[in-house]
């Protein structure tokens, strides 16, 4: 399991601003200008220029322009696969959760006593 202890708690635009710098050096490591990347994902130059900048990216933009580099597979680095691990199916007698906790606190009884009157 990773180790979370050091981990920086990281804004939505902090997020998107490494994104876009990530994606803006993959391209030119890969010697693709604006221009050609924009147009093989089917978006406006300037899309990906505010994409590259952490600019408020829409999924559908970044989606188009990760299919065009070739590293769309990276998309399952980001959101786990939330199967159910060995442990967890022994647990649930074989099935997956199907819903989530009620988050409502369960009613506490009292706790029975010999001798006690009903």
């Given amino acids: ?10 804004t939505p635009e902090t997020i998107s601003r490494d994104i876009g710098e990530k994606l803006e050096r993959l391209r030119l490591s890969r010697n693709i ?4 990347l924009a147009q093989d994902a ?3 130059e300037r899309t990906l220029r505010r994409l590259e900048s952490g600019d408020n990216p829409t ?4 989606i188009r322009v990760l299919i065009s580099l070739k590293i769309q597979q990276n998309v399952d680095l980001l959101v786990p696969d939330p199967r159910v691990r060995p ?18 606190p369960t009613k ?3 706790q029975w006593e010999w001798g006690a009157k009903k």
Avoid: F, P, W, Y
């Avoid at 200008?33 to 050609?36: K, N, V």
């Avoid at 999924?59 to 970044?62: A, F, I, P, T, Y």
């Avoid at 022994?90 to 409502?104: A, L």
């Fill in 59 to 62: 999924l559908d933009s970044l």
């Fill in 42 to 44: 089917g978006i406006s």
């Fill in 108 to 110: 506490k009884t009292k």
């Fill in 33 to 36: 200008t604006q221009a050609e």
């Fill in 87 to 104: 442990i967890e199916r022994v647990r649930t007698k074989g099935g997956e959760r199907q819903r989530s906790s009620s988050t409502e």
């Fill in 1 to 10: 399991m990773a180790d979370n202890r050091h981990m920086t708690i990281k």
